[in-house]
């Protein structure tokens, strides 16, 4: 069945750095744009970054640019989020997300992983 795993989440303090993976299976990853995605306690969730299937073309967020690049491995299944200069509303659950249209859409979530920024 299709899976989207994340890990490398956890506490770090602000100007720290941390660095998400996710890794998909049970379908063709390559063929997948990806993105992450965060939520904070209280508030909507958001799209922080988004890198095309062959990895071209990446986009973000105004309050993560210069901070946070997104980058994939298509042979190794796996997209990363490196999150440099961490600040306090950094903090949230992130989310890794699929997405593909042919004709029919295809979206898959994983089920997040805890980033908390503190002092």
């Known amino acids: 069945q299709v899976q989207l795993v994340e890990s490398g989440g956890g506490l770090a303090q602000p100007g720290e750095s941390l660095r998400l993976s996710c890794t998909g299976s049970?379908?063709?990853?390559?063929?997948?744009?990806m993105s992450w995605y965060r939520q904070a306690p209280g508030k909507e969730r958001e799209l922080v970054a988004h890198?095309?299937?062959?990895?071209?073309?990446?986009n973000y967020a105004d309050s993560v640019k210069g901070r946070f690049t997104i980058s994939r491995d298509n042979a190794k299944n796996t997209v990363y989020l490196q999150m440099n200069s961490l600040k306090p509303e950094d903090t949230a659950v992130y989310y890794c997300?699929?997405?593909?249209?042919?004709?029919?859409?295809?979206?898959?979530w994983g089920k997040g992983t805890q980033v908390t920024v503190s002092s």
């Open positions: 997300h699929g997405r593909r249209v042919a004709v029919t859409e295809y979206v898959y």
């Open positions: 049970g379908f063709i990853f390559s063929w997948y744009d």
């Open positions: 890198i095309t299937g062959p990895g071209r073309n990446t």
